[in-house]
């Protein structure tokens, strides 16, 4: 075998993908440039671990469970009061998922809390964050099917494992007793441990009715707040006004 293929067969036992596709262009490069052997090892290293942590991003955003992806170079900050642009890109940063603060959007449907939430997560994704994203409804049925569906299960546990979980649309559907505990006891569980985001359409004040218990919503938003910042929006709804200009 010549030693080509032999370097390519064992590139392929030990799976250094990354290194089997730049591999050409490495010697190549490094032949050219007469490198040293040191050189052109630490260059076959890099490549390794870029392709991975390439990869692992690539894995993290389809884990992510986003609906649709968004970010913030199509959000127009001309129309929606609350959050001014230059406060939003600095949240791009992402520190206060390392200090563990929380992001709270409040407002009216269709001004943008969704699409603010998921261009947050989606850069943390891109820097090496593990997101998860679920609307309120469907984790708390992943929390009621959690002990008996295999699925559930893993992805609660993916959402428990996460650096930030975004919480979309509380407040949309009155949920019950039991499963705003549920509910609670997650939050509780996650408390100064992993931040989260949360988007709502409806204001504090309605959160105990939504969720049928005072006592339990209050100790619930206590969480919440503690380390959080909070954006009330207004505005005219995004989609009616697009909806409109198209009639
Ligand atoms: P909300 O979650 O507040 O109900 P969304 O984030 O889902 O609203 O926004 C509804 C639609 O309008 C989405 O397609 C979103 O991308 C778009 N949108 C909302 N606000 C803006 C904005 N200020 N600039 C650009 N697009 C916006
Ligand atoms: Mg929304």
């Known amino acids: 075998m010549k030693a080509h293929e032999q370097t390519l067969a064992y590139l392929k036992t030990l799976g250094l993908q990354g290194v089997l596709q730049g591999l050409d262009e490495m010697i190549n490069d490094a032949e050219s440039r007469k490198v040293s052997y040191l050189t052109f090892l630490n260059a076959v290293f890099v490549a390794e671990i870029d392709f991975r942590i390439k990869r692992r991003v690539e894995r993290n955003m389809t884990g992510a469970h986003f609906p649709v992806l968004k970010g913030l170079e199509n959000f127009d900050f001309g129309r929606v009061k609350g959050i001014g642009k230059s406060e939003a890109v600095n949240l791009l940063d992402c520190r206060w998922i390392d200090t563990k603060e929380n992001l709270l959007f409040f407002g009216p449907p269709g001004i943008g809390k969704t699409h603010l939430a998921i261009a947050f997560g989606r ?11 679920e609307r309120v409804t469907n984790l708390i049925k992943l929390l009621k099917t959690a002990e008996v569906q295999k699925s559930s299960e893993y992805r609660i546990r993916r959402i428990m494992k996460s650096d930030l979980i975004i919480i979309d649309e509380i407040g949309y559907t009155p949920i019950e007793k039991w499963e705003a505990n549920l509910f609670f006891n997650m939050i509780s569980e996650l408390y100064e441990k992993v931040p989260l985001v949360v988007t709502s359409n409806k204001s504090f004040e309605s959160w105990a009715e939504m969720m049928g218990d005072t006592v339990m919503t209050t100790a619930l938003l206590d969480r919440l707040l503690h380390h959080a910042r ?7 709804s995004y989609r009616i006004k697009k909806s409109r200009k198209e009639v």
């Open 230 to 236: 909070v954006f009330t929006l207004d505005g005219e």
């Open 123 to 133: 850069t943390a994704v891109e820097k090496g964050y593990k997101v998860c994203f």
